[in-house]
């Protein structure tokens, strides 16, 4: 079976359930040990255990073991969708989204990233196509959109507040430490208008992660942020569970965060691939998206 594949899936199917590798342990009646040389790729579990496995995160085995997911993990189906302005945008455009994913969404400017998202969340209408979510869109579908949509004539605190009733979140000590992990403390009282463009980033991030989500999307979040803004956004992506899909050409972060990238061009998915694949020809993602994209391999 594909190593990788594996030891990348039960480590995000541990994270997003929140089980320490003791826990998952004791459940399958083996050592911690076990679990950390299966992480690492130095072993592999024997197949009653990979049934077990499958069953404990109520998954498929095909899931678990090739990547490949099943109706059953689908959050998101959008299908031929078209979209024109003056010229057409997206053209018979397709893609599943699934459970647990870290997608990327890749493209030149203007290639109609933004089109597609607004489309998903519903924020535009297609010409024609179609866009099924698998959960209740309304509570668990959160977006960060490219310019930031804040009321500026309401204090940091009422706008956090807002955002805590409209989401009904109760637990106030971690909202508590949501804003002080995003440096807000001393601006609780700020007008949001009164914000630099950067800060008010910073309080689009905070506002769009503050309630649990079966999928994030964040078009282009870093643009206008500074570096320890960009660090916070990282480290707190780490602990979102659901999927999330973004627009970033942030190849770095790409490498080591995302399990899978899109590109979109010429109105569709182009192209399709699971980062382990990428770096399993040992290529880097930045590499595959310039010989895919008309780089510097353009032909
Ligand atoms: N409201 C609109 N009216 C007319 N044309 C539009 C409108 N919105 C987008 N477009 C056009 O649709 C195309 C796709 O735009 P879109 O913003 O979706 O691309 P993008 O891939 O997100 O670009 P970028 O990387 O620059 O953000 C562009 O040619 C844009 O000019």
Not at 277 to 299: A, C, F, M, P
């Amino acid at each position: 079976m594909e190593k990788n594949i594996f030891s990348r899936k039960l480590i995000d199917l541990r994270r997003k359930n929140q089980l320490s590798q003791a826990g998952l342990a004791n459940k399958l009646f083996v050592t911690r040990q076990s679990i950390s040389k299966w992480e690492n790729g130095e072993s592999e579990p024997s197949i009653d255990k990979l049934i077990s496995i499958a069953e404990i995160f109520n998954t498929s085995l095909d899931n678990l073991i090739m990547g490949n997911m099943s109706d059953k993990d689908k959050l998101v189906s959008i299908s031929h969708i078209n979209k024109s302005y003056d010229n057409q945008v997206l053209n018979d455009l397709s893609l599943d989204i699934y459970d647990n994913e870290r997608i990327a969404l890749l493209g030149l400017n203007g290639s109609g990233k933004t089109t597609m998202i607004s489309i998903m969340t519903g924020l535009k209408n297609a010409d024609s196509g179609d866009v099924k979510f698998s959960f209740n869109k309304k509570k668990s579908l959160k977006l960060m959109p490219q310019n930031d949509v804040l009321i500026n004539d309401m204090k940091v605190r009422e706008l956090l507040k807002l955002t805590q009733l409209l989401n009904k979140l109760k637990d106030n000590n971690h909202i508590e430490s949501m804003v002080k992990e995003f440096n807000f403390t001393e601006l609780m009282d700020h007008y949001v208008g009164s914000l630099s463009g950067g800060q008010k980033r910073r309080l689009s991030l905070l506002l769009s992660l503050m309630a649990p989500s079966k999928l994030l999307v964040l078009d282009e979040p870093t643009v206008g942020m500074d570096l320890e803004t960009i660090d916070i956004l990282w480290k707190h992506l780490e602990h979102v569970t659901g999927s999330i899909l973004m627009v970033t050409h942030d190849f770095n972060q790409i490498d080591k965060f995302f399990s899978r990238v899109l590109l979109l061009k010429d109105g569709r998915i182009e192209n399709d691939m699971s980062v382990d694949k990428i770096h399993s020809h040992n290529q880097t993602v930045e590499q595959w998206y310039r010989t895919n994209n008309g780089g510097l391999n353009h032909d």
